[in-house]
């Protein structure tokens, strides 16, 4: 099944609208709160469970420095700890603090009051025809992204998150 050119550019058109209305959301709920939402981000994915910094790079899709330098900045406001890979001596795994763990919930917390608030004129069925469409679209282009990334000679399963 192919999808034509209008509506892939309608789609287009619409994903940019919807990341620019994430941003204004974003941007309002951020005051007064010592995590932009890049720190944010990355707390959310070093939440999922311990992890070494390469990989949450990849994950973030970010290069390793810039990971670095927001580790850093959790780090040092306390919200996430290193220890050495027992794995790999070389490697640190990173993983919350539990000031990082109640810090993550409470901004959870937050952006499901702020959605619900937004979203107070939607049906239920609204809501869970949107989650399953943006993330049968986030699987889409998480796939077609790290198949078109390795190359054609990657052969690596890859697995959902």
Request: with cysteine; proline share 2%; net charge negative.
């Amino acid at each position: 099944m192919s999808v034509e050119s209008s509506a892939a550019a309608k789609l287009v058109y619409q994903i940019f609208d919807l990341q620019r209305a994430v941003r204004c959301v974003a941007a309002a709920n951020l005051r007064g709160q010592d995590t932009g939402v890049a720190l944010q981000g990355v707390l959310r994915f070093v939440g999922e469970g311990e992890s070494r910094a390469t990989h949450l790079a990849e994950r973030l899709g970010v290069s390793a420095p810039v990971l670095s330098r927001h580790i850093a900045e959790l780090e040092e406001q306390g919200y996430v700890v290193r220890r050495p890979d027992p794995e790999d001596g070389r490697a640190q795994l990173i993983a919350l603090s539990a000031t990082g763990a109640e810090k993550l919930r409470l901004i959870e917390e937050h952006r499901t009051a702020t959605i619900q608030d937004l979203l107070r004129d939607w049906s239920q069925d609204d809501v869970e025809l949107t989650e399953r469409t943006l993330k049968k679209l986030a699987g889409s282009l998480r796939t077609s992204a790290r198949a078109t990334t390795a190359g054609p000679t990657n052969t690596t399963e890859i697995v959902e998150e």
